[in-house]
């Protein structure tokens, strides 16, 4: 499977982006998609993840409650929306897809070539 991510931006702290990313190339409905950071010089971490079956969803406890995570099946598409910006949600998103609903990294065989998110005043 393809993925492409788009969305990002240079945005302050307080504001609000969303992110897409676009999957093409094979039937989704056993997928799991999910998006991932790396912040500058650190590890790639989790960010959230979506069912593509039905609306189960993870989120890291760091974006709880300011980051909404859904998809339009119709549009093979899965939204990221980021609210209550920090500067340390810095760094580059990727979306990814797995088998698995699983927050874990190496799960995750297919990736989009990633967006770089910054938030900064």
């Known amino acids: 499977v393809q993925l492409q991510a788009s969305g990002g931006g240079l945005v302050s702290p307080g504001r609000s982006l969303r992110l897409s990313c676009v999957a093409s190339?094979?039937?989704?409905?056993?997928?799991?998609i999910g998006w991932f950071r790396q912040p500058p010089g650190k590890e790639r971490e989790f960010v959230a993840i979506i069912s593509w079956r039905r609306d189960d969803t993870i989120y890291a406890d760091s974006v709880k409650g300011r980051f909404a995570i859904s998809r339009d099946n119709a549009k093979n598409t899965v939204y990221l929306q980021m609210n209550s910006l920090k500067p340390e949600d810095t760094g580059v998103y990727y979306c990814?897809?797995?088998?698995?609903?699983?927050?874990?990294?190496?799960?995750?065989?297919?990736w989009g070539q990633g967006t770089q998110v910054t938030v900064s005043s």
């Open positions: 990814a897809a797995s088998d698995l609903f699983t927050r874990i990294t190496g799960a995750y065989k297919d």
């Open positions: 190339g094979r039937s989704f409905s056993d997928y799991a």
